[in-house]
């Protein structure tokens, strides 16, 4: 069941997942290149999505330039000087702030918040949270390939101490985990309770 569904309700929620996006770190290499005609190249967009003219603004500031049904939007390329890694940012054509992220509409392009988009971690209950946390510290300590790295059923309060790791880090993210999984399977036990009621009723 994918996240963010809950059977037998209507859903009244926009996920990003379902949109196409822009994302800012493949359009890096544009700060270097000259102005001009452009083209992204993946299927999954429109190809009034795909073309965009390069252009620049005092000598300073890059920017896309798409045509869509005949209306120009705008996307700024922001470098941040602040940090060590010059991260750079698109701009949102509807309100201009500064986004790792926007995506693709029938006839526009808008970030998360103009679009009203969620998540779809925003929709998770509770005990699948604890899921995708638990697996997660799992692979962190142990490795995506560790037998049953993903399987709840499996308990890791006997798994081994990985070669590389100290004794100490090891029994810290070790206990972090078991406090994790304790608090999942009363969760489960709740959910389960409820499904029988449910069927029995």
């Given at each position: 069941?994918?996240?963010?569904f809950?059977?037998?309700?209507v859903r009244?929620?926009s996920?990003t997942?379902?949109?196409?996006r822009?994302?800012?770190i493949t359009f890096?290499?544009?700060?270097e290149?000259?102005?001009g005609?452009y083209?992204?190249h993946?299927?999954?967009f429109?190809?009034?999505h ?7 603004l005092?000598?300073?500031f ?5 045509t869509i049904?005949?209306?120009k ?6 470098q941040?000087d602040s940090s060590?890694s ?12 500064k986004?790792q ?13 103009c ?7 925003q ?12 697996r997660?510290k799992?692979?962190?300590?142990w490795?995506?390939d560790w ?6 059923f499996?308990h890791?309060e006997y ?6 790791v ?5 029994e ?6 078991y406090q994790?999984?304790r ?7 709740l959910f389960?309770?409820?499904?029988f ?5």
């Amino acid at each position: 069941m994918p996240r963010g569904f809950h059977f037998g309700r209507v859903r009244k929620r926009s996920y990003t997942s379902e949109y196409c996006r822009l994302s800012a770190i493949t359009f890096k290499p544009l700060l270097e290149s000259k102005t001009g005609s452009y083209i992204i190249h993946s299927e999954r967009f429109s190809e009034q999505h795909k073309r965009f003219e390069l252009i620049e603004l005092g000598g300073q500031f890059k920017i896309m330039q798409f045509t869509i049904e005949g209306k120009k939007f705008q996307i700024g390329l922001v470098q941040d000087d602040s940090s060590v890694s010059n991260k750079l940012y698109i701009t949102c054509p509807c309100c201009q702030s500064k986004r790792q992220h926007i995506y693709a509409i029938k006839k526009a392009y808008a970030c998360r918040e103009c679009l009203g988009l969620k998540y779809l971690t925003q929709s998770e209950r509770y005990r699948d949270r604890l899921m995708r946390k638990i697996r997660k510290k799992r692979k962190a300590l142990w490795g995506n390939d560790w037998p049953d790295v993903n399987n709840m059923f499996a308990h890791t309060e006997y798994w081994p101490k990985p070669k590389s790791v100290h004794w100490s880090t090891f029994e810290k993210a070790r206990e972090e985990i078991y406090q994790l999984e304790r608090q999942y399977w009363p969760q489960v036990d709740l959910f389960l309770n409820k499904q029988f009621e449910e069927i029995i009723s």
